[in-house]
C-alpha cells in the first residue's frame, strides 16, 4: 500500500511535465507508465549505436513559450536548441506544381518571401501572418506570468476564432490554393484537416514554429534525462509496466486509491491522467461518466499515423540540421484524409553525435491514416514475414525517390538503418496508433482538466492543443488549478 498526493498515469512529456510541477510545489508524486520505459513520444531508439526520435524531432517556442516552461520546471540548462534558422534549412515542396518554398524565421522574413512567389497575394500574406501573432496575443495562457497570476475565468476564455475553421478563414483571404496550403502546413504538426481545425488553435501552434523552429541537442532523450536527474532530487517515485487496473475506493464520484497491475494499491488526493482520451474513459466508473460525453469521445476521430524510414547520409561534410515539407498535392483536406492517394512526407537531417564520431542522419515520415499495413496486424513476427518486410522496402524506396527530388546533393548516399509502418505506431501510441491523438475540431471539446470523477484529471497532446509545447502547457494549466495562483515561482 503506497500514499501519494498525486498519482500521474502517462510518462509522455505531460506527464514528466506535471510530475514535476507537482513535486517541486511539495507534493509527493507516482508516476505510472504502461510501457517498460518512460517518456512516449519522446523516446528514442539506437542503429548500429546511432540515435533516431520516433516523435518529438523539432519544435517553435525557444525564446518564448517553451523557454519559459522550460525554466520554470528547472529544465532550462539541459535543452539545448540547434535553431534551423537558414532559410535554406526549412522549405516547402509542393509535388504536383515542383515548386519550392524557402521559410525563414520570422513573419516579417516569411512574408517577404512569400510576396516574391504571391506579388498579387500581398494583402492576404499580411493579414495571416498578423492574426497569427494576434491570437497568440490574446490568448492568455499561453503567457506563463498571467497562468501564473490570473483568474482561471479569463485564462481560459473563448475568442471568436475559435468557432472559425483554418479553411473557412483562409477561403475568406485568398483563393489561391497555393498559398493556402503554405500557410496552412502547420496541419502537419497537429493532424487536422484546415476544414476542421480551429483557426485559433491552428495559430496558436504555427506561430511559434514561425518565429524559431529548432531541433534539440540530444532529442527527446534531452527532455527524458533532464526529467530523471530531477525526479531523482525531488523525490518522484517511478513504476514503469505498470497501468491502473482497478478502482478500490470510491466516495460518490471521488475515488482515492486504485489498484495498481504490479499488485500495489496507491493511496492519493488526485489523479492526474496524462494518456489517450479513450484510455481515460475506461478508467472512469461507468455511472459517473454522462452518456453524451462518452459518446462524444467515442466520436472522436484520430489524426494520422506515419509511415517512418531512418537512415544516415553518407557525405564527407556535416549535413545541415534542416526540414523539408513534401507535399504531393497542394490540398491539406485532401492530404489528411483517410484513404486519399495524396499524402506528405517529413525530411529531417541533422548530426548527431555517436562516441567519438560525428554522424549525418535522416529521419523521414509519411503521413497514413491506419489501414494499408493492417492486413499483416495479426501476424505474430513481422520481421520474418517476407510480404510485409517486401511491402516496407517498397515503402521505403518510393520515399528515396522523394527524397532525392529535394536533396540531389544525397543522392545514391541515403542508407537505411531502420524502417516502421503504422503497425508500430499501433504498438507504442496506444489505444489506435495516432500520432498527434485526437483531431482537434471546432465545436467539440478535447478532454481537459476536471473529469467526471472530481479529482481526476486530464492532460495531454489530445486535451488542449498538439505537438509538445500543447501537452506541456496542458499540464501547467492543470498545475494552476491545483495548485492556485502564483504557483510558479519564476
Ligand atoms: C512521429 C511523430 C513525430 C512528431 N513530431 C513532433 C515534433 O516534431 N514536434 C512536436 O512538438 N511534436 C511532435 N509530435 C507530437 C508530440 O510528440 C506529442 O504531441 C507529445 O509528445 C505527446 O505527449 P503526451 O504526453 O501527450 O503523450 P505521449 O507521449 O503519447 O505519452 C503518453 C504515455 O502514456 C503511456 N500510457 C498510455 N496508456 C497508459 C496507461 N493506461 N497507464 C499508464 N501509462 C499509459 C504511453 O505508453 C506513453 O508513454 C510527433 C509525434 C509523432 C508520433
Redesign the pocket.
Known amino acids: 500500500m503506497d500514499k501519494y498526493d498525486d498519482l500521474v498515469?502517462?510518462?509522455?512529456?505531460?506527464?514528466?511535465t506535471m510530475a514535476l510541477l507537482l513535486a517541486k510545489a511539495g507534493r509527493k508524486v507516482l508516476l505510472?507508465?504502461?510501457?517498460p520505459v518512460?517518456?512516449?513520444?519522446?523516446r528514442r531508439f539506437k542503429r548500429k549505436e546511432i540515435p533516431f526520435d520516433?516523435?518529438?524531432?523539432?519544435?517553435g517556442g525557444f525564446g518564448g513559450l517553451l523557454s519559459d516552461m522550460l525554466r520554470a520546471l528547472g529544465m532550462e540548462e539541459d535543452i539545448r536548441p540547434e535553431f534551423l534558422d537558414n532559410p535554406k534549412t526549412n522549405r516547402i515542396y509542393l509535388e504536383n506544381s515542383n515548386s519550392m518554398y524557402e521559410m525563414p524565421s520570422g513573419s516579417d522574413a516569411v512574408g517577404r518571401e512569400l510576396k516574391k512567389h504571391f506579388p498579387e497575394e500581398c494583402e492576404a500574406i499580411d493579414k495571416y501572418l498578423q492574426l497569427e501573432n494576434d491570437i497568440e496575443r490574446r490568448t492568455p495562457f499561453m503567457d506563463l506570468n498571467k497562468l501564473n497570476s490570473e483568474e482561471l475565468f479569463f485564462l481560459m476564455q473563448h475568442i471568436d476564432e475559435d468557432s472559425v475553421s483554418l479553411q473557412e478563414y483562409l477561403d475568406s483571404i485568398t483563393s489561391n490554393t497555393k498559398l493556402q496550403t503554405i500557410l496552412g502546413n502547420a496541419a502537419l504538426?497537429y493532424g487536422s484537416p484546415p476544414a476542421v481545425m480551429p483557426l485559433s488553435m491552428h495559430c496558436r501552434v504555427a506561430v511559434g514554429m514561425r518565429k524559431s523552429l529548432a531541433r534539440v541537442v540530444g532529442g527527446g532523450d534531452a527532455f527524458i534525462k533532464s526529467f530523471k536527474r530531477q525526479a531523482g532530487e525531488l523525490g518522484i517515485d517511478i513504476m514503469t509496466n505498470?497501468?491502473?487496473s482497478d478502482i478500490v475506493q470510491r466516495r460518490g464520484k471521488t475515488v482515492n486509491a486504485v489498484k495498481l497491475s504490479n499488485g500495489t494499491t496507491c493511496y492519493f488526493e488526485n489523479c492526474i491522467l496524462?494518456?489517450?482520451p479513450r484510455?481515460i474513459i475506461s478508467?472512469l466508473p461507468e455511472d459517473v461518466v454522462p452518456a453524451s460525453t462518452r459518446q462524444a469521445i467515442e466520436e472522436y476521430e484520430e489524426s494520422f499515423s506515419?509511415f517512418?524510414l531512418f537512415a544516415t547520409i553518407q557525405t564527407d561534410y556535416p549535413v545541415p540540421c534542416a526540414l523539408t515539407s513534401y507535399l504531393t498535392h497542394d490540398n491539406l483536406n485532401e492530404i489528411i484524409s483517410p484513404g486519399s492517394d495524396a499524402c506528405a512526407m517529413a525530411i529531417l537531417t541533422g548530426v548527431e553525435v555517436v562516441g567519438n564520431n560525428k554522424v549525418n542522419v535522416l529521419c523521414a515520415?509519411e503521413n497514413e491514416f491506419p489501414g494499408e499495413a493492417n492486413r499483416w496486424k495479426n501476424v505474430v513476427c513481422r520481421k520474418n514475414d517476407d510480404s510485409y518486410q517486401e511491402y516496407k522496402k517498397r515503402r521505403a524506396e518510393a520515399m528515396i525517390k522523394k527524397i532525392e527530388k529535394v536533396y540531389p546533393e544525397y543522392a545514391g548516399k541515403i542508407n537505411v538503418l531502420s524502417t516502421s509502418s503504422t503497425l508500430t505506431?499501433n504498438e507504442?501510441?496506444?489505444p489506435l496508433g495516432s500520432?498527434?491523438?485526437i483531431m482537434h475540431k471546432v465545436g467539440e471539446q478535447g478532454l481537459f482538466g476536471r473529469l467526471p470523477v472530481r479529482n481526476f484529471y486530464a492532460?495531454?497532446?489530445?486535451a488542449l492543443m498538439?505537438?509538445?509545447?500543447?501537452?506541456m502547457l496542458?499540464s501547467f494549466i492543470v498545475g494552476r488549478y491545483l495548485l492556485g495562483r502564483n504557483f510558479l515561482s519564476v
Open positions: 498515469a502517462g510518462s509522455g512529456i505531460s506527464g514528466m505510472i507508465e504502461k510501457q518512460i517518456g512516449g513520444c519522446m520516433t516523435g518529438f524531432h523539432f519544435t504538426c505498470t497501468e491502473i496524462a494518456i489517450h484510455e478508467l506515419f517512418s515520415f505506431f507504442y501510441l496506444p500520432a498527434y491523438g492532460i495531454g497532446q489530445s498538439p505537438g509538445i509545447l500543447g501537452a496542458s
